[in-house]
């Protein structure tokens, strides 16, 4: 069976179903009846209106947003799929604050789903800095379906792996 490293936590029982719809060619075809189509937040302007209407909804006692973007230094290498930061600086007499959100530019191009979970992952840190069972919680009290669109999301990485992009028009990938 091939080594799904995406998928490393999962029982084996559900590792080997996703290596059996590897090869026999359906892995894309099941992301693809599940999400249609890619998002069209494409801007950073557009990403950091989309986190601040799920912060909004949400999150509106939290610490403020200075940056919500798309950054082309996150890899799947460095196992990130978005970053939150907390920066403090002094100035003056006073002690500044800033949070930002950074979400890995291969997100540019997937399901709106998926952004939507990034963002409430990175969104939660806000209120639970670490990855305990408040902090999921939390993820879940705002994306129902978070663990199953993390999941969704580990199929997804295991596709875009392949080389293979998931959207396609005439031939062009979007």
Not at 106 to 128: D, G, N, S, T, Y
């Amino acid at each position: 069976m091939r080594h799904l490293k995406y998928l490393s936590g999962y029982s084996e029982d559900l590792t080997r179903q996703v290596a059996q719809l590897i090869s026999e060619n359906r892995l894309a075809a099941v992301l693809m009846s599940r999400y249609p189509a890619p998002h069209d937040v494409r801007t950073d302007r557009a990403l950091y209106d989309f986190a601040m209407a799920i912060k909004n909804e949400f999150l509106r006692n939290a610490a403020p947003l200075s940056k919500v973007l798309y950054d082309g230094k996150i890899t799947l290498a460095h196992q990130a799929l978005g970053l939150h930061s907390y920066v403090s600086r002094v100035q003056g007499a006073k002690l500044k604050s800033k949070n930002e959100i950074r979400v890995a530019s291969l997100f540019k191009e997937a399901p709106v789903q998926f952004l939507r979970m990034i963002l409430v992952h990175e969104l939660a840190h806000l209120k639970e800095r670490d990855h305990g069972k408040a902090f999921y919680q939390l993820c879940e009290h705002m994306e129902p379906a978070y663990h199953q669109l993390e999941f969704d999301l580990r199929l997804y990485l295991t596709h875009l792996e392949s080389g293979d992009s998931l959207y396609r028009t005439d031939d062009r990938e979007i």
